[in-house]
């Protein structure tokens, strides 16, 4: 285990999703929404539970999944479907930063170093 502060935790998270999704939004396969849904479990795991949050790690999930299947049935990706993956990419990001923010500056959290493998 690894003691953090909670925003670089954020921070880190946010940081290994990004590239994830810009792989989606390219051409995206099965085995990437496998890695985004690993990786928001972990960020979901940073809070206790929060609907939004939840929420928005939901729209993020089901956005990714609409794109990787036009990524299979088309050969470029609609233009609606990368906003709504961009959209509601913003939207979890800023929904976990102000978690983090509402807590108080030196929270420090306990948080499982586990490989992805593990976490899936």
Sequence with gaps: MMFRILTEAVDEKLALIAPIL???????????????GSHLIRALR???????????????????????????????????????????????CSRLEAAADRLKPYEYLVVPDFSVRQAA
């Design 22 to 36: 810009r792989k989606i939004e390219q051409d995206g396969q099965s085995a990437d929404l496998r890695d985004l």
């Design 46 to 92: 940073l809070f206790e539970r929060n609907p939004g949050i939840e929420a928005a790690a939901d729209d993020l999930y089901a956005a990714a999944a609409a794109l990787v299947g036009e990524n299979m049935k088309l050969s470029q990706p609609s233009a609606r479907g990368r906003r709504l993956l961009n959209d509601a990419h913003l939207r979890f």
